[in-house]
């Protein structure tokens, strides 16, 4: 069956350090990825997007790395501080190809802490 | 910046009530979707709207849900007859050319 799994229900990190939060996927061939952060009551916010010919992408302080033949995705912030404290949501288009509709399937999420 | 707006923030109905839930995508997006999330769990598909019709649906939108776009701005989700399971957050979210997808703010139902 297809599954978005994202490593830990949460992750509590000092400031200043990096956070390193993992999304996995089965039998999808996403053309690309995104990732998210929503905070508590609030709609999803997108921050990211990979597609499957980059390894890496960068936006200020956020790394977002897309490996296809593990079927995995790493999201990184760094130089952490509190107010990166939200939840973070990997997902992508469950379609073969990049056209489309693009309705996107949601990992879980990861529950992000940032303490002083 | 443009963003996406719902209203209400907040609804509650009885069960079996009919509820229509609005969201105003950004103005230039072409691509309309609805998303629920129940409390604790994941953001779910619902429906995808393109073109005055819809373009995809999940297993969770049978027949009680209708989505309309009725007058060029606002999107609509309607719930005919609901039950204690919709109570959720929904969220509407717009489309333009690239890939993103912006939310709303939510809808929170409750149904007693």
Redesign the interface.
């Known amino acids: 069956s297809q599954k978005i799994e994202q490593n830990s229900e949460a992750l509590n990190i000092q400031e200043g350090k990096t956070a390193t939060l993992t999304c996995n996927y089965t039998n999808y061939s996403p053309a690309?990825l995104?990732w998210?952060r929503?905070d508590p009551?609030?709609?999803?916010?997108?921050l990211l997007?990979i597609r499957e010919n980059e390894k890496e992408k960068r936006k200020e302080r956020l790394k977002v790395t897309f490996d296809t033949t593990l079927k995995q995705s790493l999201f990184h912030i760094t130089a952490s501080q509190p107010a990166d404290s939200a939840t973070y949501?990997c997902?992508l288009?469950p379609t073969m190809f990049?056209g489309g509709?693009?309705?996107?399937?949601?990992?879980?999420?990861t529950r992000l802490a940032v303490h002083p | 910046e443009p963003e996406?707006t719902q209203t209400p923030s907040h609804q509650v109905t009885q069960m079996g009530q009919e509820v229509i839930l609005r969201c105003v995508p950004i103005s230039n997006h072409l691509?309309f979707?609805w998303?629920r999330q129940i409390l604790g769990?994941?953001?779910?598909?619902l429906v995808?709207f393109?073109n005055n019709e819809i373009?995809?649906k999940s297993e969770i939108f049978d027949d009680q849900f209708s989505v309309e776009r009725p007058d060029g701005s606002n999107f609509t989700l309607k719930i005919r007859s609901t039950k204690l399971e919709d109570s959720a957050?929904y969220?509407c979210?717009s489309?333009g050319t690239s890939?993103?997808?912006?939310?709303?703010?939510?809808t929170?139902l409750t149904v007693t």
């Open positions: 690309y995104q998210y929503q009551g609030r709609g999803p916010v997108f997007l949501l997902a288009d990049s509709y693009n309705k996107l399937i949601f990992g879980a999420g | 996406v691509y979707y998303y769990q994941k953001v779910e598909f995808s393109y373009s995809e957050m969220f979210a489309k890939y993103e997808q912006y939310f709303g703010p939510g929170r």
